[in-house]
């Protein structure tokens, strides 16, 4: 979907509706995973003074730039240092797991912070084949397509709902808590959709992965929901890579190096994410000069009228409930700052939050 007016003003922004953060623990400017993860836990403290409803943690694997490989580890740690904000995953790619170990897993962080956690539930590896095979640990679970039992047998673990006779039957899932996690299917394409749609739970579509099909999925999945146990009526969410400032220009210096390292990552080259000097001083190639034009319409980059604007249509157009927002960029005070513009924004109204030490 194209947005070719951007001179409008951005519609009157939408109180109550609920604006959440995707953290993928980028380990800007040389810094160490544990530097990173601090980041995550400031904006997480950050974001929930803001008034923000949630914030996930990605799965990645084999991506030495990236600290977030064990979302379940990181959303304990988080938990414990915000207190009204919902820590979840964004998600957990469950062919990399047994489904009883994902559920133990959430059920724990459940009984430690009952109605704060959150299971984000993805299909793909969130990795190379290499790396999918070591974690599945046979050829055989790398090629099986068997999604489908897998989030049959979470989900019925979830809510003890195995049929008589079922070899699972006997099995439960510990600690025993009186309440589960949200759980959501996610997708960038109308293949999680579906699996939304039939299982009855919510979904979140990544647009910061795939732009282009983002409303006709949403779309479908509201028009194609089925109640459940979970969920009585649709309630969606949409995903999308910001990175909002006082100024267009001051967005746009903010947003080049990642920018840069999208290029990179298109190329195959896995490099240390570039830093705002390098990203202002690098010429691109013609053939890299196509691949950043295509990666730059990913992001939604500008000032805050130009970024409402464009959220808004995608809000609208896609008839979503929820909107998270992943921003990438080296510098944390701007960072935190964009965030801080969406909030007024969309005038979030927080609660009083007495942060944990």
């Known amino acids: 979907m194209t947005y070719s007016d951007e001179t409008q003003k951005a519609p009157a922004s939408r109180e109550g509706f609920k604006l959440s953060a995707l953290e993928l623990g980028m380990m800007w400017n040389g810094v160490d995973a ?9 904006l997480a403290r950050h974001i929930e003074q803001l008034g923000y409803s949630r914030i996930w943690f990605s799965e990645h694997h084999n991506s030495a730039n990236l600290a977030s490989s064990a979302p379940e580890i990181l959303i304990g740690h988080v938990a414990g240092k915000t207190t009204t904000l919902r820590i979840g995953s964004g998600g957990v790619m469950l062919p990399n797991h047994s489904s009883l ?10 009984a430690i912070y009952p109605g704060r956690i959150d299971l984000g539930l993805g299909r793909a590896p969130g990795t190379d084949g290499l790396t999918a095979y070591a974690l599945r640990r046979s050829r055989e679970a790398l090629s099986a397509d068997d999604f489908p039992e897998q989030l049959a047998e979470l989900l019925a673990f979830f809510s003890n709902s195995f049929p008589a006779g079922h070899h699972f039957k006997r099995i439960t899932p510990t600690p025993v808590v009186s309440t589960m996690p949200e759980v959501w299917m996610l997708g960038s394409s109308d293949g999680g959709a579906r699996f939304a749609t039939a299982s009855g739970l919510p979904f979140n579509f990544a647009h910061h992965i795939n732009p282009d099909p983002a409303i006709p999925v949403l779309r479908f999945y509201r028009s194609q929901f089925q109640p459940s146990a979970f969920l009585e009526a649709p309630h969606s969410a949409i995903t999308c890579s910001v990175v909002c400032a006082d100024t267009d220009e001051e967005a746009e210096d903010l947003a080049a190096p990642q920018i840069l390292n999208w290029v990179r990552f298109s190329q195959g080259k896995i490099m240390p994410p570039p830093t705002l000097e390098e990203a202002r001083n690098y010429q691109y190639s013609p053939s890299e000069e196509a691949i950043r034009q295509q990666t730059r319409s990913r992001a939604i980059i500008g000032n805050v009228e130009k970024v409402m604007y464009k959220l808004e249509r995608l809000i609208k157009d896609g008839q979503v409930d929820e909107l ?6 080296p510098d944390q005070v701007a960072r935190r700052h964009s965030y801080e513009l969406l909030a007024k924004a969309f005038n979030l109204k927080p609660e009083p939050v007495a942060l944990n030490v």
Do not use: P, S
């Not at 544990?34 to 400031?42: E, R, W």
């Not at 998270?324 to 960029?329: A, G, R």
């Open 34 to 42: 544990g530097q990173a993860i601090q980041n995550a836990v400031d």
């Open 101 to 110: 170990k994902v559920v133990e897993n959430f059920r724990t962080l459940e």
């Open 324 to 329: 998270m927002v992943l921003t990438m960029v």
